[in-house]
């Protein structure tokens, strides 16, 4: 009997085809609704394997009603929607797709430092509105990026590909991490300093660190407050590791220049978040990894987890500890 699967989001074909050959599959139909968790409740019970995005959360709860489920292949490097610790309670592993977002997510992470700090984005609305009327000395100026610092947070896959980049602009690096990594160092040219050291080094301070419970409103009031008044903050991990309400209050009295954000507490982010009034804040819907050839390549990764787990094989790339 072929394994029953549950895939959370209509997938492209040749993604889903694959996984037809070897299963019987069930599939939300939906490309841009999430879907309800009533529903996934109810599919849950049946199924062998479950193949999700960062969208749904799978908590104890949820878990508890999968008698049969053996592997959660969620389509996204990180996995803070999922309760690892729940799965691993129940004999259920939990995969995700590391590596084929590195390189694309640094590119989103670099670009949207480049727009927030030309002012990009409000550049353009300035423009489109008829408020252009002549050159001059002072109009839209924005922070210069070559020979700037950047504080990377969180020095894993994604950030030394960040450093790559700005290493061609010639940036000075600094570093924070668990654990000092000396062959990034030598390689790049990193130099490791503590958190308050780079926040108040930093002219650009990139937020690249899972999400945990540790790093949960890890950059708040305090932290800002050590930032340089030119500063511009980057977060292109998850919203929750930097405190909405304590950045708001810091962009509107200038305790920092800007920010750019691909990440929020809650997503989409409600249309009437106070972050959204603000001229110097540049937001974009979580498209790090959204290139076509990158999206095909973690769908197929996670594929491939799902299956490796389901005809008994180790995957590639389970999170379970
Ligand atoms: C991830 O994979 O965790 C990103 O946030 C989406 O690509």
């Known amino acids: 009997m072929k394994p029953k699967v549950y895939i959370t989001r209509k997938l492209p074909e040749e993604v889903v085809s694959r996984i037809r050959e070897v299963c019987e599959i069930r599939m939300w139909e939906e490309e841009e609704v999430p879907v309800p968790r009533f529903v996934l409740e109810n599919e849950i019970a049946k199924i062998d394997g479950l193949y999700c995005l960062l969208t749904e959360t799978i908590d104890r709860t949820l878990l508890e009603k999968a008698p049969k489920l053996k592997v959660v292949s969620n389509m996204a490097v990180g996995y803070n929607n999922i309760e690892v610790s ?3 309670d129940r004999g259920i592993l939990v995969t995700n797709t590391p590596g084929v977002l590195t390189e694309t997510t640094a590119d989103l992470t670099f670009a949207l430092l480049m727009a927030t700090a030309r002012r990009i984005v409000e550049s353009s609305g300035f423009l489109r509105s008829g408020q252009w009327k002549t050159w001059s000395p002072m109009l839209l ?11 990377i947070i969180g020095l894993g896959r994604i950030g030394e590909a960040l450093a790559r980049r700005a290493k061609g602009f010639d940036m000075r690096l600094l570093y924070h991490n668990r654990s000092r990594k000396p062959d990034a160092e030598n390689r790049l040219g990193l130099e490791y300093t503590d958190m308050e050291t780079l926040l108040r080094e930093s002219d650009f301070v990139c937020v690249m660190t899972p999400y945990t419970p540790e790093t949960h409103n890890l950059i708040g009031k305090a932290q800002l407050a050590l930032m340089k008044k030119n500063a511009v903050l980057i977060n292109t991990a998850r919203g929750g590791i930097v405190n909405e309400d304590d950045l708001y209050e810091a962009l509107k009295k200038g305790t920092i220049w800007a920010a750019g954000l691909d990440v929020f507490e809650q997503e989409p982010i409600p249309l009437n978040h106070p972050l959204l009034t603000l001229p110097n804040v540049v937001t974009l819907p979580h498209i790090g990894s959204a290139s076509v050839k990158t999206r095909l390549k973690m769908a197929h990764l996670a594929a491939d987890n799902l299956l490796q ?3 008994g094989q180790r995957p590639a790339h389970p999170v379970n500890p």
């Open 141 to 151: 100026t924005g922070q210069d990026i070559h020979g700037a610092t950047l504080g």
């Open 86 to 88: 729940a799965a691993t």
């Open 309 to 311: 787990a389901l005809s």
